[in-house]
């Protein structure tokens, strides 16, 4: 018999365990603890299956630091199709009594630490039957220390959001946005229209882990705003974050410049590894990161359903 529960404290942070993986588990086991400690997740939203005695698969509600609320699942590893939609089907509807209208995954390949995503077809059809579309089919690029540190775009100067508010930052987004070529600012424009959609990227920008003067925007010769930098800290990484062009600023290479600029922020700020994603359809974008020396790691597909 299969019982989907809470898993219990001497189950955490290893959840379910492979046997002769251990790579697989110290990995796991200290990402989980890193989202414990950070608040991403709780110890009730940690979720094991168990079948005659022994766990056959876990799932994880995660959030952003601070919200009540979890947006997301992380941690699946689905055992078998059983045991996967079990899972999947618990995981909804407890997020749906803790107030979240939607719920989102990711699924990144090739499999690697810390969520070792293995069997990904079988992971897709699972998502895909419990009622999932994907939002974006991205990619996913890092920098890490060692690399050449790309060159500072000299054309513009920066001006943080400490000196300017957030005003300039919403209004140059939601021009930006106005032709975007990713896939969820697309919906997201299309469900909250230009300004409300700017208005909901600053302000989950805002929430991750940043410096004042770290969320900048790029001015031309002219004085011209041009260009969003928003790099930040995730509780797995450093990211580039938020990257906008305003549309009187396209086809100049100032996307290059702001993953440049977040690049130099990041690294003064001792990060030692740096990353980015970007929908696999903005070819500029893409081009961006690999201009600035970032390599394409890993694919990455963004799963969403309604709750």
């Known amino acids: 018999m299969l019982t989907i529960r809470t898993a219990r404290p001497d189950e955490l942070p290893a959840l379910t365990v492979f046997p002769g993986d251990g790579e697989r588990n110290a990995a796991t086991a200290a990402y989980l603890t890193g989202l414990l400690e950070s608040g991403c997740t709780r110890p009730e939203w940690c979720l094991v299956a168990e079948r005659d005695g022994r766990l056959a698969g876990n799932v994880v509600l995660w959030t952003i630091p601070g919200r009540d609320v979890p947006m997301d699942l992380v941690l699946l590893e689905p055992g078998d199709a059983d045991t996967g939609r ?28 810390p969520q070792f995503q293995r069997d990904p077809q079988l992971r897709e059809t699972l998502l895909v039957g419990a009622g999932f579309t994907v939002a974006r089919d991205g990619c996913r690029f890092a920098w890490t220390v060692g690399d ?12 943080s959001l400490t000196d300017l508010g957030e005003e300039p930052f919403v209004e140059l987004l939601a021009d930006a946005f106005a032709d975007t070529s990713d896939a969820i600012f697309q919906a997201e424009v299309a469900e909250h229209g230009l300004r409300g959609a700017a208005e909901r990227n600053v302000a989950d920008m805002l929430e991750l882990d940043h410096r004042p003067g770290w969320f900048e925007i790029g001015y031309d010769a002219a004085e011209t705003p041009v260009a969003i930098s928003m790099p930040a800290r995730t509780p797995g990484s450093a990211v580039i974050g938020l990257v906008a062009v305003a549309r009187a600023g396209r086809g100049r290479g100032y996307a290059g410049a702001v993953v440049a600029r977040g690049t130099h922020v990041l690294v003064d700020a001792g990060f030692g590894e740096i990353r980015g994603d970007c929908d ?9 990161f690999r201009r600035a020396g970032y390599r394409n790691f890993a694919n990455r597909k963004m799963f969403t359903r309604p709750l």
């Open 86 to 113: 079990a899972l999947l089907t618990y995981a909804g509807r407890l997020a749906r009594e803790l107030g979240a209208r939607t719920q989102g995954h990711v699924l990144d390949t090739p499999a690697q630490a």
């Open 148 to 159: 050449p540190i790309p060159a500072q775009d000299e054309r513009l100067h920066w001006r």
């Open 280 to 288: 696999a359809g903005n070819i500029g974008m893409c081009k961006a």
